[in-house]
């Protein structure tokens, strides 16, 4: 497994300063939160960033971009139910267009993407015929780009089985999944058992701790989270494995020392569980 970081963890951070913590904390890859063109909710935003000097910078530092995540989901309902058939209902699919771009430039493996709710009373296969028609369209575009999707268990979709139908029903090659271990895991599913179900559609899987609702270093929180990545490991799997500290949603007031702490002893963690080595501190110095 390759431990990586997400980016919701500095939201009001340059990607400057980003770099300059990134190659103390000791991970090999990042995922970079993006809302987009044209819009600044996150200071690191690689929309934000020329692509070449952002790939530059994050070389010079050993860590590679394993996906951009976005907030885009597929579940909007077709109002008024017929009427709404010849309106705008595209709005879900330009913006993953346009994040496809993104990644292509800052030469992202995957864009991070959701299935989300079924909506009132609607039966599940509309539900899912919906997003699938969606995600198609997505789906054709990456072509022969080098980009993937990567769907993210949630919602209606919590765990691997409910996400497995999902993508079954999408059957498209350039489709992965982004496996979040806590959100299986609170909906029930071992994250060992989740990573057997999706097998080699399995292209990322999240991890994170809580303590007290609060995020927190891995370890230190009540989500025992060595056990989700010993089950990992005994289910064979390879890939990344992001950490996301939520800084940006739930702990908008941690010191930079509090996010220095927790992402450094995170990395360290990983790497221990994991069985590897953790990287020098002194990546940047090597380069």
Not at 62 to 90: H, K
Request: proline share 4%; aromatic share 8%.
């Amino acid at each position: 497994m390759k431990p990586a970081f997400s980016t919701v963890a500095c939201p009001d951070w340059t990607l400057t300063r980003l770099a300059e913590h990134a190659a103390r904390w000791g991970y090999v890859g990042c995922e970079l939160r993006t809302f987009g063109y044209g819009t600044r909710e996150f200071a690191c935003d690689p929309a934000l960033t020329a692509p070449a000097k952002l790939r530059g910078m994050l070389e010079r530092i050993g860590l590679s971009i394993c996906s951009l995540a976005t907030s885009v989901r597929y579940d909007d309902p077709i109002t008024p139910p017929l009427l709404g058939l010849l309106l705008d209902n595209e709005q879900s699919v330009r913006e993953t267009k346009n994040c496809i771009d993104i990644a292509v430039q800052v030469e992202a493996p995957f864009v991070r993407v959701f299935g989300f709710e079924i909506i009132g009373g609607e039966s599940r296969a509309s539900a899912c015929a919906r997003i699938a028609d969606r995600m198609l369209k997505c789906l054709d575009y990456c072509r022969n780009s080098g980009v993937r999707l990567a769907i993210e268990n949630g919602g209606s979709f919590s765990t691997s089985v409910q996400l497995a139908e999902l993508m079954d029903k999408i059957n498209h090659p350039l489709l992965s999944a982004a496996y979040s271990a806590p959100v299986a895991r609170a909906a029930g599913e071992d994250p060992a058992n989740g990573a057997n179900v999706l097998g080699e559609r399995l292209g990322l899987v999240k991890i994170k701790d809580l303590r007290g609702g609060v995020p927190c270093a891995l370890g230190d929180g009540d989500l025992d989270c060595q056990s989700m990545i010993a089950g990992l490991s005994r289910a064979g799997y390879k890939g990344w494995v992001v950490y996301e500290y939520d800084r940006a949603w739930l702990n908008a007031k941690a010191s930079d020392a509090d996010t220095d702490a927790a992402m450094t002893t995170s990395a360290q963690r990983l790497f221990q569980w994991i069985g590897g080595t953790r990287r020098a501190a002194t990546v940047a110095a090597a380069h």
